[in-house]
């Protein structure tokens, strides 16, 4: 078949162009002498000529299709060649440049369209300076990616971005910023005008980027010295800027924050900061109100409510919430508390010899005398006319306070000398004893009270106890701790185990090894007597690592999915070696790390301290699991939470107990269930007794459960009888049937 000549396909090439831009092709002389053709070309040139015209038609669609796009786009668009001709636009380019839009047409250049544009006089930036303002406009046109502003004669505000295109021509975007502009010109008006201090800040970097003229005044400094700033060198203290924490509002109600002013005085601010973008930057707008006045005003009428106002000391209601706070943190801890009630003695007297003014400046010597005598952490409080109450925290025996208390009636024994008068006065005091003689701060101050009244009545000048039989006790626990000690060094104490059953299937899933102590003549002795001696005197650590020890031997001879769980105190912690005796346990025993899960409590994570959370890392890491025990009695569990990522939290049974009639624990129950099914951790709760208990906590979807109801603490040999009777069927049972499975196995 004979070929078509190239001088034909190039003819056709340009007809397609031609017919594309809308412009007729120039026909192809005729050439006088040539020759005519064979009915085969003929043909081949009538074929080649059909799919060209066929070609120029999907080029026409293809070209259209891409008008109709590029027409509905909000903004102009325009695409040049290579030589800045013009090639295609839509309909907002043309309404943009409406005075210029009869000069738009396929293959003009836009420089000509510029120049006459600037001669009809439409663009006023050019006027007195026509060819700089037309070559610094060619120049921007093939600087890619630079953006800039352009203003037309009709007021209107352009934003121009042009790019290259692949094959060296340029697409450009036009957008009308008009209205945008004017906001910002209003936004300018109102903020270097407006009397209330504003600041704008960058939203990541701080750096201050603007500042009005209410500002610069209240902060003394310069808007050039305010430019160089960042917001945090305006704060009196290193901490996150206002904004910080929370980007997903535009607007934030206000904060109180400290600032320093440029002369280094301190000011209290109320910060509203609004989101916006300055120029291309996400910015935040700071409204300051100042509130010092205010501030020192409130403090004042605060400390008026709380303190007495002749000594200056914490009257009864402030010592009250230091007691309460106190108290909150020791209730979970070893430690113990003395509150001491101090009381005058013969005080009347000297108001009715020398008068209340004398009187007054005795009190004002003796809460003096007081606060020198005491630690910095110890807390001081006037109560009434003349008695006053110290709270002694950290004590780890009662002769604590008797040295206390010693030195204090040294203290205020010795004479004072008060407008020429030498006063001898002495005092008397009562001590109560946290938590032995209550725990909370309105009970044990009134224990030291009539502790008080007693040494009053039998002898003035000494202290008493609120309990008589204070020497005894302390003997007891001296005792308590020599027996354990000796239970501990001949293995005595032995590990107990009670079940965790999962609630959906009510199988055993588990066991809490929990520390009993048979002893011949007292019986078994409750942990609560001896585990608080164990940690006051250093025991708590060998206690430990032989439940340790014990509970992986005994759990390693259980069936492969039956775990064991063991308690730790913060104070394992402190030693250094836990994780060593943890992983010497598991080698010991041969039970594999998955199978042993640990408990601790909050007052562990109160420390924050990175040896703790790096050994219950290195923990986790060997396969063991972690647990949160007595769940939602602490101080802030929500936060320790965060702190590291537990395998299981357990329910405390003070919220499960009476769980079927108690509404408020059930919605409580509920949020730790759904917060755990949130976290992806395992729920059990503790202490569940009864039948109604347990059907709330399945209906709720609580995962485990543990308690009498399903079983009591039993030694290794009935936990294997209980798992033989596991056998086949499910393990639901209350402790008397229970207890006849044992037997039966």
């Known amino acids: 078949m004979p070929k078509i000549r190239p001088t034909t396909a190039k003819r056709l090439k340009r007809a397609a162009i031609a017919r594309i831009h809308g412009r007729p092709a120039k026909p192809r002389p005729k050439l006088s002498g040539s020759r005519p053709r064979a009915p085969v070309e003929i043909g081949e040139i009538v074929r080649k000529r059909a799919e060209a015209e066929a070609a120029i038609a999907d080029a026409r669609k293809s070209h259209e299709r891409l008008r109709e796009a590029i027409d509905i786009l909000p903004q102009g668009i325009v695409f040049l060649d290579p030589d800045g001709r013009y090639i295609l636009w839509n309909k907002k380019y043309s309404e943009i440049y409406s005075r210029s839009s009869d000069l738009f047409r396929p293959g003009a250049r836009l420089q000509d369209t510029i120049r006459i544009g600037v001669e009809r006089g439409d663009y006023p930036d050019a006027i007195g300076r026509e060819e700089e303002w037309i070559a610094e406009r060619l120049a921007k046109l093939y600087r890619p990616g630079e953006r800039h502003e352009q203003t037309l004669s009709d007021g209107r505000c352009i934003l121009i971005e042009e790019r290259l295109t692949t094959d060296g021509g340029i697409v450009g975007l036009r957008v009308d910023i008009t209205e945008l502009k004017q906001r910002e010109a209003s936004f300018r008006l109102l903020f270097d005008s407006n009397p209330v201090p504003m600041i704008v800040c960058g939203l990541d970097d701080e750096r201050i980027l603007g500042v009005n003229d209410a500002a610069a005044r209240h902060y003394g400094y310069s808007r050039a010295e305010f430019e160089q700033l960042s917001i945090r060198r305006l704060q009196a203290f290193e901490t996150e800027p206002q904004w910080a924490g929370d980007r997903s509002s535009d607007e934030q109600a206000a904060r109180t924050w400290k600032h320093v002013r440029a002369d280094g005085t301190l000011i209290d601010l109320a910060i509203y900061s609004r989101h916006l973008v300055h120029g291309d930057q996400p910015a935040v707008l700071l409204s300051l109100m100042d509130i010092t006045e205010r501030k020192?005003?409130?403090?004042?009428?605060?400390?008026?409510?709380?303190?007495?106002?002749?000594?200056?000391?914490?009257?009864?209601?402030?010592?009250?919430?230091?007691?309460?706070?106190?108290?909150?943190?020791?209730?979970?801890?070893?430690?113990?508390?003395?509150?001491?009630?101090?009381?005058?003695?013969?005080?009347?007297?000297?108001?009715?010899?020398?008068?209340?003014?004398?009187?007054?400046?005795?009190?004002?010597?003796?809460?003096?005398?007081?606060?020198?005598?005491?630690?910095?952490?110890?807390?001081?409080?006037?109560?009434?006319?003349?008695?006053?109450?110290?709270?002694?925290?950290?004590l780890r025996r009662p002769e604590d306070a008797v040295l206390l208390?010693?030195?204090?009636?040294?203290?205020?024994?010795?004479?004072?000398?008060?407008?020429?008068?030498?006063?001898?006065?002495?005092?008397?005091?009562?001590?109560?004893?946290?938590?032995?003689?209550?725990?909370?701060?309105?009970?044990?101050?009134?224990?030291?009270?009539?502790?008080?009244?007693?040494?009053?009545?039998?002898?003035?000048?000494?202290?008493?106890?609120?309990?008589?039989?204070?020497?005894?006790?302390?003997?007891?626990?001296?005792?308590?701790?020599?027996?354990?000690?000796?239970?501990?060094?001949?293995?005595?104490?032995?590990?107990?185990?009670?079940?965790?059953?999962?609630?959906?299937?009510g199988r055993i899933t588990g066991f809490e090894a929990l520390v009993r102590w048979p002893d011949p003549e007292r019986g078994m002795i409750s942990p609560a007597e001896f585990i608080p001696v164990a940690e006051d005197t250093g025991l708590i650590n060998a206690l430990g690592g032989l439940m340790l020890r014990g509970a992986c031997m005994d759990a390693a001879l259980w069936p492969d999915e039956v775990c064991v769980a063991v308690n730790l105190s913060p104070l394992q912690f402190r030693t250094g070696n836990l994780l060593a005796v943890v992983m010497d346990a598991l080698k010991q025993s041969g039970l594999p790390a998955k199978r042993l899960e640990l408990e601790i409590t909050e007052t562990l994570l109160l420390e924050k301290s990175s040896q703790v959370l790096a050994t219950l890392h290195a923990l986790r890491a060997l396969g063991v699991r972690i647990s949160m025990d007595d769940f939602g009695t602490g101080y802030s569990s929500l936060s320790y939470l965060r702190s590291f990522p537990f395998d299981k939290i357990k329910i405390d049974q003070s919220f499960v107990r009476d769980l079927g009639a108690n509404r408020d624990a059930q919605a409580i129950v509920r949020s730790i269930i759904s917060l755990g099914v949130g976290l992806g951790v395992t729920i059990t709760a503790e202490g569940v007794e009864t039948e109604s208990e347990l059907s709330c906590l399945r209906a709720e979807g609580c995962h485990e459960g543990q308690g009498f109801l399903f079983s009591r603490a039993r030694p290794n040999a009935e936990i294997i009888g209980l798992l033989k009777a596991q056998r086949g069927a499910d393990f639901m049972v209350p402790v008397d049937a229970a207890e006849k499975a044992v037997l039966v196995a």
């Open 296 to 394: 020192r005003a409130e403090a004042r009428l605060a400390f008026m409510a709380q303190h007495d106002g002749l000594t200056g000391l914490p009257n009864r209601n402030l010592l009250r919430q230091q007691m309460d706070d106190i108290l909150l943190h020791t209730r979970r801890s070893a430690e113990t508390i003395a509150v001491l009630v101090l009381g005058l003695d013969n005080f009347k007297a000297v108001n009715d010899t020398l008068g209340h003014a004398i009187g007054d400046k005795l009190l004002r010597g003796v809460a003096k005398r007081l606060r020198s005598t005491l630690r910095e952490e110890d807390k001081l409080a006037r109560l009434n006319s003349d008695e006053f109450a110290i709270v002694q925290s950290g």
């Open 405 to 505: 208390s010693r030195r204090l009636l040294q203290a205020i024994g010795d004479p004072y000398l008060l407008d020429g008068n030498s006063i001898v006065i002495g005092a008397s005091i009562g001590i109560a004893m946290a938590p032995g003689d209550g725990d909370e701060s309105e009970k044990l101050l009134k224990n030291a009270d009539m502790a008080l009244s007693r040494a009053k009545n039998e002898l003035r000048g000494t202290f008493s106890f609120f309990e008589a039989g204070m020497d005894a006790r302390a003997q007891s626990r001296r005792k308590i701790e020599i027996d354990l000690r000796d239970a501990i060094q001949n293995d005595v104490l032995r590990p107990y185990y009670q079940p965790l059953v999962d609630l959906s299937t």
